[in-house]
């Protein structure tokens, strides 16, 4: 099992509605990761938190907002998407950002789709 | 900007047969991780290598590097059914927002029983 959670497992939401995803960590790891990622593709990152401040902004629509209460927590705020917007969105932790990079920690993911 | 190209995009084999996956990069690295992705689950860290390092066990897990020719392998020996998953080549990327992982588009592998 891995040690981060998100929840929920599976999200279905209208253009129009608003919904969250939860991230959570308890490995004492300082930076956060949204990734999104499509079927039978790789996946690309969409935000960074380091020290909970947004550090990477991937030129990701502004439909999507982050959010990181403390350092165990992210949320990703996502209102008025767009059906091409579905996909996995993952999130992952690591113990910090520098140049001899730190493994990342995945969560298993929240399957989202817009209809 | 760095970008990963993982070669081939499928492999198929029995149990007990090695696997082996390659991966190219385009510009230069401080280390080169790999991850495997079961289906529809997130992804899981194997093995980090160093640009420094040649080469690198862990289990049945064994990875080479050669920055020489900006390129990694992977070599699963005497694989299971339960190795069924994608597997993915990441690096950071320098040429654009620093330091952040750029995932290559992966192999998958399927190990029939």
């Known amino acids: 099992d891995t040690e981060v959670t998100q929840t929920p497992k599976h999200l279905v939401m209208g253009m129009t509605n608003k919904k969250s995803l939860k991230c959570e960590q308890h490995?004492?790891?300082?930076?956060m990761y949204w990734y999104k990622q499509k079927a039978k593709k790789p996946p690309e990152l969409m935000f960074v938190y380091s020290y909970e401040k947004l550090s990477i902004n991937e030129s990701v629509p502004s439909r999507f907002s982050p959010e990181c209460p403390n350092s165990s927590l992210l949320n990703l705020h996502l209102h008025a998407l767009q059906p091409e917007d579905s996909a996995l969105y993952l999130c992952?932790?690591?113990?910090?950002?520098?140049?001899?990079?730190?493994?990342?920690?995945f969560g298993n993911g929240t399957r989202l789709t817009v209809t | 900007s760095q970008q990963g190209e993982e070669d081939p995009q499928a492999l198929s084999i029995q149990e007990g047969e090695n696997a082996t996956m390659n991966c190219s990069y385009k510009t230069s690295i401080n280390n080169l991780q790999w991850y495997r992705q079961n289906s529809g689950r997130g992804l899981v860290h194997l093995i980090l290598i160093r640009s420094n390092e040649r080469e690198k066990h862990s289990g049945r897990l064994r990875v080479t590097l050669d920055t020489s020719k900006k390129s990694s392998s992977l070599l699963i020996t005497a694989s299971r059914a339960a190795d069924t998953a994608s597997y993915f080549c990441?690096?950071?990327?320098?040429?654009?927002?620093?330091?952040?992982?750029?995932f290559g588009k992966g192999t998958k592998l399927s190990v029939k029983p």
């Open positions: 490995m004492g790891h300082r930076a």
């Open positions: 992952a932790s690591s113990q910090a950002r520098d140049r001899v990079y730190s493994p990342l920690h």
């Open positions: 990441a690096m950071e990327d320098y040429g654009g927002s620093q330091g952040n992982l750029i």
